[in-house]
């Protein structure tokens, strides 16, 4: 297994903290390592639907992305990406106000597919959702839109 770069994680976690879709939700990637992630959301009024509590939506997305970025330090193919194929999540407690933190730990990594779990707690540590995914490694895959432009994915073991 190769080791993360420090600083790979350092500017891939400050450009997806400025990116689109997290940026609309306000959610920052706090932690991510080989094999886990976490990320954490304030709960704002635009997180939740007509009676105040968050949008099953947010749960969704939380367990979708921190289950991605879970597994992307196990994929040692610099030029492969991945997308999911499949999201299974089950609601287990509402959420009105506060903090929510959402934790990813791959189970199963192959070389086209990968199985990662993720929860999503309070800050008290509430189980609010849970969930999993299955995510298929995309290899040789070129993708559209502009180059990320960071650092080695991974740095030589000793």
């Known amino acids: 297994m190769k080791t993360p770069n420090p600083e790979h994680i350092k500017k891939l976690s400050s450009l997806i903290n400025i990116s689109p879709y997290p940026s609309l939700l306000s959610m920052k990637l706090t932690d991510i390592g080989t094999g886990y992630a976490r990320i954490e959301l304030d ?3 635009k997180h939740t639907q007509l009676r105040g509590v968050v949008h099953g939506g947010v749960f969704a997305t939380l ?3 921190v289950a991605f ?9 610099p030029d492969a990406w991945m997308a999911s194929v499949d999201l299974k999540l ?4 509402p959420a009105v106000s506060g903090k929510l933190i959402a934790t990813g730990q791959r189970i199963k990594m192959g070389r086209k597919l990968c199985y990662a779990d993720a929860k999503v707690t309070n800050a008290e540590g509430k189980l609010l ?9 995309l290899h040789e895959t070129k993708m559209s839109g502009k180059s990320l432009q960071l650092p080695p994915k991974f740095i030589e073991s000793k």
Do not use: F
Request: aromatic share 14%; glycine share 4%; proline share 0%.
């Open 129 to 137: 959702a849970h969930g999993s995914s299955t995510l298929m490694v």
């Open 63 to 65: 367990i979708d992305t």
């Open 69 to 77: 970025w879970a597994a992307y330090y196990e994929i040692e193919d």
């Open 90 to 93: 089950n609601y287990l407690a």
């Open 43 to 45: 709960i704002e009024k």
